[in-house]
């Protein structure tokens, strides 16, 4: 079995195939073009530089194609990066498709739905229940294959649901520590505060920004699908209200792109569960690529820090 790609130590050397997650075209000192890879397998990705590319090259070497890869892991600038001694596209006689290259959640999507599914079960609101469940149905497809984002964390696929799930779990721990708040607007803002996603999201390969992405984003598609699920289920109560406001504040300020502040409970709890979750999964993914005793590299999204992992830590 071929050890993925970020399971390499620096100096090893890459023999194998790898899938393009993106490409970007850049002017090198010298004049000359040159290509950023990002290369992924099921172990995560790299980044790598296509030095001198042709004219062809970045159509050759384009998203979602896959490659045969030869080169060294070096160190530069505080990551890892894949040295290019040789990369071609693949032969049609070497049967690969992008799926076999992709990270996936480390939770089956059935059992992902069985638990979501649960705590839906559990809600006692039949407003809140009902428009839950319809846009969970009605999107639960994309939902269980999408990752949460393109980059930064759970980048990957199924991860949208995994970071739900985990956000549940994080939700009923909270909520039972402080009873007064309402399990059932806290699993259901949970549940629905990314599902805008599937639709600002192209989908679990390559994924980038649709054109309703990038001029709309998640968290406005998501409230005015919240608006059509109780029309077409005939509800007019505050409910619906209250549930798009924790859509609409869950980033929490207006500079981590929220257009309200929390306002009630249940969406200030939302905000801080959403930012843990995330916050972990990137520090878990970024320490899995290092050493007891060494430095990850530095993580953008958390302040451009470094994270060392203890020594004491097998």
Known sequence: MVKGILLHDVGEQFDSYLLIKSSAKGIASNGKPFLTLMLQDQSGDIEAKLWDAKPNDETTYGPQTIVKVTGDIHHYRGRNQLKLRNIRPVEPTETMKPEDFLETAPLPKQEMSDI??????????????????????????????YPAATKNHHEFVSGLAYHVVSMLKLAKSVAELYPSLDKDLLYAGVILHDLGKVKELSGPISTAYTVEG????????MVTEISKAAEELEIDAEEVLILQHLILSHHGKAEWGSPKPPMIKEAEILHYIDNLDAK?????????RVKPGEYTERVFALDNRMFYKPAFHK
């Open 280 to 288: 972990m999964n990137m520090m878990d993914r970024a320490l899995e």
């Open 214 to 221: 990038n001029l709309l984003g998640h968290i406005s598609i």
């Open 116 to 145: 979501v599914t649960q705590y839906i079960f559990e809600m006692n609101n039949p407003n809140i229940q009902r428009i839950t469940r319809y846009l969970l149905k009605k999107y639960g497809t994309e939902f269980f294959d």
